[in-house]
C-alpha cells in the first residue's frame, strides 16, 4: 500500500527565511497531492494542493513542486512569518476512494 | 456557512466504558471520513462513507470500534470498552464529492481513557 514519508520532523528557520518540506511517497498511481497545516489543539487545514498533471503551484507565499519521475513532492514557504509556526502534513491519495495517507508531520518553527 | 462540527469536544472515560462520537458534516457533503491523531502524528485513517455506506473500514483497530451514518449526514464513532490506548484525538473529516478534492475537518474529539 501507499507510504509516505516526510522530513524533516522539525524545522527551525528565522523570520524571514524561506522553510521547505520534503515528502516522498510509494504508490506512482497516487494523482493529488494536499498540504495540511495544523495549528496546536486546532484543525487540520488544506493550505495547498496539486495533482499528478501539474509539476509546481503557487499562492503567494507558498508553492508546491512535484516530481511525479522521483515520486516526491515539496513545500516552500517564503518570506516566514510568525504566524506560520505550526505543524505541517504532507499526504497522497490512494485507491477508488482517494482515501489520504499522511506525512508524520514537520512542526515548523519560526524564530523572530 | 458552517463547517463540519463535532461533539463532544471533551470525552474523559473510565477504562471499559462506552463512548459516543458525533460528527455533524458540512450540508450536501458526500464522503464522511473518521481518524485518529495520537499526540505528535498524522492522522491514521479509521473509516469512510459515502453518503450512508459505509465503503471502507480497513482502518478500525479492532471489533470494539462501530461507526455509522445511517441517513447520509450525521456520523457516529462508537467505541465499546474502551482501553487506555484508545485515548487519542478523533477527527472527522468531510468532501464535497467523490474524487481527489479537499476534505474539511472539524475541529476534533479529544477522548482520554483512565
Known amino acids: 500500500g501507499e507510504n509516505v514519508e516526510q522530513h524533516p520532523s522539525t524545522l527551525s528557520v528565522q523570520e524571514g527565511d524561506s522553510a521547505v518540506i520534503k515528502c516522498t511517497y510509494s504508490d506512482s498511481a497516487s494523482n493529488y497531492f494536499p498540504w495540511y497545516k495544523q495549528e496546536l489543539g486546532k484543525r487540520p487545514q488544506l493550505i495547498i494542493d496539486?495533482?499528478?498533471n501539474v509539476g509546481e503551484k503557487k499562492d503567494q507565499r507558498i508553492a508546491v513542486t512535484l516530481n511525479k519521475t522521483a515520486k516526491h513532492f515539496s513545500l516552500h514557504i517564503t518570506e516566514t512569518q510568525p504566524e506560520d509556526s505550526a505543524v505541517y502534513f504532507c499526504?497522497?491519495?490512494?485507491?477508488?476512494?482517494?482515501?489520504?495517507?499522511w506525512g508524520a508531520g514537520t512542526k515548523l518553527i519560526i524564530k523572530p | 456557512g458552517a463547517g463540519v462540527s463535532q461533539s463532544p469536544r471533551y470525552k474523559v472515560a473510565k477504562r471499559g466504558q462506552d463512548v459516543a462520537l458525533r460528527c455533524d458534516p458540512i450540508?450536501?457533503?458526500?464522503?464522511l471520513f473518521w481518524y485518529q491523531q495520537a499526540l505528535g502524528q498524522g492522522p491514521e485513517f479509521l473509516t469512510y462513507f459515502q453518503n450512508e455506506a459505509q465503503l471502507d473500514k480497513s482502518g478500525l483497530p479492532s471489533d470494539r470500534f462501530f461507526a455509522e451514518r445511517p441517513e447520509g449526514s450525521v456520523s457516529t464513532l462508537k467505541i465499546q470498552r474502551t482501553q487506555q490506548e484508545d485515548s487519542a484525538v478523533y477527527l472527522c473529516a468531510s468532501r464535497e464529492r467523490e474524487g481527489p478534492n479537499e476534505q474539511f475537518f472539524g475541529p476534533g474529539t479529544r477522548l482520554t481513557v483512565l
Open positions: 450540508s450536501g457533503h458526500v464522503s
Open positions: 496539486i495533482r499528478s
Open positions: 499526504a497522497a491519495d490512494m485507491d477508488s476512494n482517494y482515501q489520504l495517507i
